[in-house]
């Protein structure tokens, strides 16, 4: 339940991403898989899956070192 409120409040503070940054920054995270692994240039569906499977979070950057769009990678939470 905290962690409802939580993003509340994170998305009214925080500037919402434009739509045409989100699709450039998949679109070049895709072309960047495809080559660092050449078994997902011909098959789409694998593409995705592989980009999916990365769980990227994009945000606006904030602070004048950081790029204007950031995106963090989300790692699953393991049991312990």
């Not at 991403?17 to 679109?27: E, F, I, V, Y």
């Not at 098959?43 to 999916?52: F, I, N, T």
């Not at 904030?62 to 769009?69: F, L, S």
């Amino acid at each position: 339940m905290t962690k409802g409120w939580l993003n509340l409040f994170r998305g009214a503070f925080e500037p919402a991403l434009h739509p045409l940054d989100h699709g450039m920054a998949r679109k070049y995270i895709k072309q960047r898989l495809a080559v660092v692994y050449p078994v997902l240039r011909g098959d789409p569906v694998a593409l995705e899956k592989a980009y999916r499977a990365l769980d990227l979070e994009p945000r606006v950057g904030v602070g004048k070192h950081e790029a204007p769009t950031v995106f963090e990678m989300k790692l699953p939470e393991l049991p312990l």
